[in-house]
């Protein structure tokens, strides 16, 4: 299924699907780091680790590498949380390497919505503000994966 509504490289990025789960659930996912581990990444369970203080203004952060070499993690903030039906927080991506040299993005926005529809959610994400097309074109994708990985995390 095709979840990325967006043209490749465009601003912003949208991408939405409907699950056949509760949005409780579904809000679960997405804030709890033992489930989130399971579907964000470019694989299930390939995040090293993932912290949430799911606050706002609490810091989140996924580290997708850490070896002796590189460092390298997404982070940002809780900017606004309503339970079980909105998250919004800021983002960027970090890389640190062995040698000293840091590589991060500017900051942009992810707004998440979880539409309750019974005993389904209407998932809707938008990423906006981010600078470059190529890390529009990669963080597109990306979220591709991350909502295919959603649903194959919630089929019976």
């Given amino acids: 299924m095709k979840f990325l509504r967006s043209a490749p490289g465009e601003e912003p990025i ?9 949005a409780k659930r579904l809000f679960a ?7 989130l581990i399971k579907w964000f990444g470019p694989s299930p369970n390939s995040l090293v680790e993932a912290n949430i203080d799911l606050t706002v203004n609490g810091d989140w952060r996924f580290v997708i ?15 606004e949380i309503e339970p079980d039906a909105k998250l919004v927080f800021s983002w960027r991506h970090v890389v640190h390497l ?6 991060m993005t500017d900051y942009s926005k992810v707004t998440v919505r ?31 994966r991350c909502f295919e990985q959603i649903e194959s995390m919630f089929e019976l």
Wanted: aromatic letters at 8%; proline letters at 3%.
């Fill in 98 to 103: 062995a040698e000293g040299e840091e590589k």
């Fill in 29 to 35: 996912a997405w804030t709890k780091p033992e489930q």
């Fill in 114 to 144: 979880f539409i309750d529809q019974g005993e389904k959610t209407q998932l809707e994400l938008c990423h906006e503000a981010i600078s470059a097309e190529p890390g529009r074109l990669g963080v597109g994708g990306g979220w591709q």
């Fill in 14 to 22: 949208n991408v939405s699907g409907s699950f056949d789960v509760s």
């Fill in 65 to 79: 590498e850490a070896s002796e070499t590189k460092r390298e993690h997404l982070e940002g903030q809780y900017l």
